[in-house]
């Protein structure tokens, strides 16, 4: 459970061709890790599902760090859920003019990160250095 100063942010793959099942299999290898240790993960693994997670999971940490002021160091993933998307039902044929019915089968992810923010820094004064310079003076 993320305490008062952590943020939890979002990002969604929807409508992703791929089965459910073939995609969990890939989401629970990196379940409940960092955000960085999960993309090295992924881009070793040698599955096609394996592109799909990764590209969401990165989605999530970019929205993290550039939408919410969060640490890209301090992320994890705090929830990553594989869920199923419409089904497409179609046909294929069969010998002495059957038809035998099939579904295409799609798939929704949800990658759900939580960090801490980015520690603020402090704006420079530029109006006193700018005050002690005198200003040239133009010659002709």
Known sequence: MPDATTQIVRAYAKGVDQSPRKVSLVAS???GRSVADALVILDHTPKRAALVVR???ASAAANASNNHG???KSLQISTLSVTAG???KRFKPASRGRALPFQKRSSHILVE???VEKAKKK???KAA???EKPAK???K
Do not use: C, F, N, Y
Request: net charge neutral; proline share 8%.
């Open 29 to 31: 290898l990196v379940r």
């Open 55 to 57: 590209k969401a999971i």
């Open 70 to 72: 969060l640490d890209g």
């Open 86 to 88: 419409p089904r497409l």
């Open 113 to 115: 990160v939580s960090g």
């Open 123 to 125: 704006p420079v004064v």
């Open 129 to 131: 250095v700018a005050a």
């Open 137 to 139: 003076e133009e010659t």
